[in-house]
């Protein structure tokens, strides 16, 4: 699509899934998530730290909202906290339907620097824009963790 912007969505949650079942349950959402997110147009990152999700949308305002309504249902995970909505220029994450992140390292941005041939713009890697979002999603998680008594 050659829209000239992109609707942008972050929210945090907290993981609900038993410790015992998460490795496979992350499996299977992520796979769900890649194709529904592929037939939506939608793309984004999931960062899974601790037991905190902060997940960020992007996409037509329609498509990401009414997503977002889907996913704030999911028993998967609670405490769903919106934390920011803006409209940018472009997308940060426009080649992953959901890129998976982890709080230090995440192979799937190094593998975007690798493929474009972009020298990762730090030392997590990614693009400019993608290390702006990334960095936003990592300070919600960690104010998150903060609150917990
Ligand atoms: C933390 C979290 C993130 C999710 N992210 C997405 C997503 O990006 N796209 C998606 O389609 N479903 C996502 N889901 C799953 C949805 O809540 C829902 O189960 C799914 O969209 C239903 O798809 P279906 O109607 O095709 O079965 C997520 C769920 C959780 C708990």
Not at 5 to 12: A, D, G, I, P
Not at 43 to 49: E, K, N, Q
Not at 83 to 95: C, G, K, L, W, Y
């Given at each position: 699509?050659?829209?000239?912007?992109?609707?942008?969505?972050?929210?945090?949650?907290?993981?609900?899934?038993?410790?015992?079942?998460?490795?496979?349950?992350?499996?299977?959402?992520?796979?769900?998530?890649?194709?529904?997110?592929?037939?939506?147009?939608?793309?984004?990152?999931?960062?899974?730290?601790?037991?905190?999700?902060?997940?960020?949308?992007?996409?037509?305002?329609?498509?990401?909202?009414?997503?977002?309504?889907?996913?704030?249902?999911?028993?998967?995970?609670?405490?769903?906290?919106?934390?920011?909505?803006?409209?940018?220029?472009?997308?940060v994450?426009?080649?992953?339907?959901?890129?998976?992140?982890?709080?230090?390292?995440?192979?799937?941005?190094?593998?975007?620097?690798?493929?474009?041939?972009?020298?990762?713009?730090?030392?997590?890697?990614?693009?400019?824009?993608?290390?702006g979002v990334l960095?936003?999603?990592?300070?919600?998680?960690?104010?998150?963790?903060?609150?917990?008594?």
């Amino acid at each position: 699509m050659t829209d000239s912007q992109t609707f942008r969505l972050m929210y945090r949650s907290r993981d609900r899934i038993s410790p015992d079942e998460r490795k496979l349950a992350l499996g299977a959402l992520f796979t769900k998530a890649r194709s529904n997110n592929k037939a939506l147009g939608v793309t984004g990152a999931l960062l899974v730290d601790g037991d905190q999700f902060v997940q960020t949308l992007e996409g037509d305002e329609p498509e990401v909202r009414m997503l977002f309504d889907r996913i704030k249902a999911d028993p998967r995970h609670d405490s769903v906290e919106l934390i920011s909505t803006e409209m940018v220029p472009e997308r940060v994450f426009a080649r992953w339907s959901m890129a998976r992140v982890g709080h230090d390292g995440e192979p799937d941005i190094a593998l975007i620097a690798h493929t474009d041939g972009i020298s990762p713009a730090s030392s997590r890697g990614g693009t400019p824009g993608q290390v702006g979002v990334l960095d936003a999603m990592r300070r919600a998680a960690v104010r998150a963790d903060e609150q917990v008594s």
